[in-house]
């Protein structure tokens, strides 16, 4: 009886169990419960405070705080790109890491490691909002939040000893306030030479881990230990002030900045044409380099003479001299009209050795087109004295940083002298009576500078540079800064002073660079933007 008792109650079980399932799934599809309600939606100034305080940490940023904007369609396009990002991103991650894994393995005794699968899932990240920082430097600073609750899939394969072992990270939350910063500015693409990313706060990272399928995480403690472990070396390596800097392009190229300097003497000329219609010439010369937008270094004038000599030095800056070459033109003065071209010639600083004077004297040419046959007609001779001056190593700016060092003169500047750079940057709420077309003018011990002028506008950027080499530190001195407007329509006020700044440059000699913004005198709200740099010479 016992056996036959046995049987009959286990296919009474499982008679029971299967007219329960069935039952079961018949009234979950077709009872529905009437005591559901819709959810009853309610805007936040409707909760209470302890329904708020429980709904703090998921509430984004751009609703807690508003100096944090929105970035939906960032997110947006994310989750459109995400799909091709992510094959990107891993290969890019599996280039890097290969290198390093088959450098690392063999100090373990480790055959190999292997991505089995490597995917970051189908869940994009998202930017819950973004604060960007306007400053007076050369900069962009940005603070996005970042959450991450992805799916991703990262298998990896160990094989040591003929065993092998998998490790697999799933279920990966990553939350993470960083601040980005892209300096210096440059004219060029992509218009930053370098990347700093500093994190604001520990981050919090969540995540699954696996070995040979067993869940580690799962054993107590080690979950808490592997999470505070992770925030605590990420955050000695990146929390603010360290940074993580990543280089894009170097910065010094893309400026431009000085590499040295120039020195030309210009000695002579010989056996020039007759320009004038009684039988003479009035000769000067005219320097400048190719690639630079400061004005051209002029000679005196000599009068009645084919044959002049002038003796006469000058300094350019040269900011890169494998592609810069220094133009030569001799022309004849006249009182009234256009100054008539008598020749010219063209000199590539790559060909000058540095520091090794080199006298030269160079055919005077029409034209730099050696198809043009009017180039074989005599037009004299000129004789100059080229010098270049590099800056020497030790001055030379390391991982250029504007806010921290300067370049500096090299040798051969006069003896306490130095460069005087002068930018400006831009100006704000200007305004004309009559127009607001306006550029700067800048004055320095008499010598006068100009910017370009912008149509009908009240803000203007500029962003123009100016040098004055100087023999003396200009302590004592002040620099003069006029906005004036011009318009060639209205006759009776073609140009109007839109105000102007009187700036001490004995700070600038002290501290070495200034960036501020200046009210402007006569103007009612307007200001400008100007930096000011010494670069002193080796014997100051």
């Known amino acids: 009886m016992g056996f036959f008792s046995t049987i009959f109650g286990f296919f009474g079980f499982g008679f029971g169990i299967s007219i329960g399932l069935i039952v079961g799934y018949f009234l979950f599809i077709y009872i529905q419960p009437s005591d559901v309600e819709d959810p009853e939606i309610k805007s936040l100034t409707d909760e209470d405070s302890e329904t708020l305080q429980r709904m703090i940490h998921e509430i984004p940023l751009w609703i807690k705080n508003p100096d944090f904007d929105r970035v939906d369609w960032l997110n947006k ?3 459109y790109m995400w799909p091709y990002l992510d094959k ?3 290969n890019t991650a599996k280039n890097i890491a290969k290198p390093i894994i088959a450098e690392q393995i063999p100090k373990y005794k480790i055959d190999s490691v292997e991505f089995e699968v490597l995917t970051l899932g189908s869940l994009p990240p998202t930017f819950q909002g973004i604060k960007v920082y306007t400053t007076d430097e050369k900069e962009l600073i940005m603070e996005p939040f970042l959450k991450w609750a992805g799916n991703p899939n990262v298998t990896i394969a160990v094989k040591a000893f003929g065993l092998k072992a998998t490790v697999q990270v799933v279920d990966l939350q990553v939350f993470v306030a960083p601040r980005i910063t892209l ?10 030479a370098n990347i700093y990313v500093s994190l604001m706060e520990k981050p919090h990272v969540d995540f699954g881990l696996k070995l040979i399928g ?8 080690l979950y808490r230990f592997v999470q505070e472990f992770i925030k605590d070396q990420v955050a000695n390596m990146y929390l603010w002030p360290k940074t993580l800097e990543v280089q894009i392009i170097d910065p010094a190229k893309a400026f431009k900045r000085p590499v040295g300097i120039l020195n030309v003497k210009v000695i002579k000329a010989m056996k020039l044409k007759k320009k004038d219609l009684l039988g003479a010439s009035d000769p000067y010369v005219k320097l400048k380099l190719t690639g630079d937008n400061l004005p ?8 009645k003479n084919l044959n002049p000599e002038w003796n006469e030095e000058f300094s350019l800056v040269v900011k890169d001299p494998e592609s810069q070459a220094l133009d030569i033109h001799v022309y ?5 009209g256009k100054h008539d071209k008598m020749g010219m010639n063209v000199i590539q600083l790559k060909e000058l050795t540095p520091e090794e004077p080199k006298v030269l004297t160079l055919e005077l040419l029409k034209n730099m087109d050696p198809n043009d046959t009017q180039n ?20 030379m700016d390391k991982g250029y940083d504007e806010t921290q060092s300067l370049q500096k003169p090299p040798e051969g500047t006069p003896p306490g002298g130095g460069l005087l750079v002068i930018i400006v940057h831009e ?12 550029h700067v003018r800048i004055i320095f011990r008499g010598e006068e500078k100009k910017t370009k002028s912008i149509k009908k506008n009240r803000d203007p950027r500029w962003e123009e540079e100016f040098q004055f080499m100087v023999e003396e530190p200009p302590t004592n001195d002040k620099l003069h800064v006029e906005v004036f407007s011009t318009s060639s329509r209205n006759l009776l006020r073609q140009k109007e002073s839109l105000g102007y700044a009187d700036i001490s440059l004995t700070d600038v000699v002290s501290n070495k660079r200034i960036n501020e913004k200046y009210h402007l005198i006569d103007s009612k709200n307007g200001r400008i933007q100007i930096e000011m740099q010494w670069r002193a010479s080796q014997a100051s």
Not at 183 to 192: A, E, M, S, T, W
């Open 376 to 395: 074989d007609k005599s037009r004299g001779q000129i004789v100059v004295e080229l010098t270049y001056k590099p800056f020497k190593e030790e001055d």
């Open 183 to 192: 300096k210096p500015l440059v004219p060029c693409f992509p218009c930053f």
């Open 332 to 336: 004849d003065w006249e009182q009234v």
């Open 88 to 90: 990107a991103i891993c």
């Open 296 to 303: 051209s270094k002029k000679t005196t004038v000599k009068h």
């Open 214 to 221: 067993a869940d580690l995480m799962s054993i107590p403690g």
């Open 77 to 79: 396009l994310i989750e």
């Open 427 to 438: 100006a704000q709420d200007i305004e004309g009576k009559y127009h607001t077309n306006p």
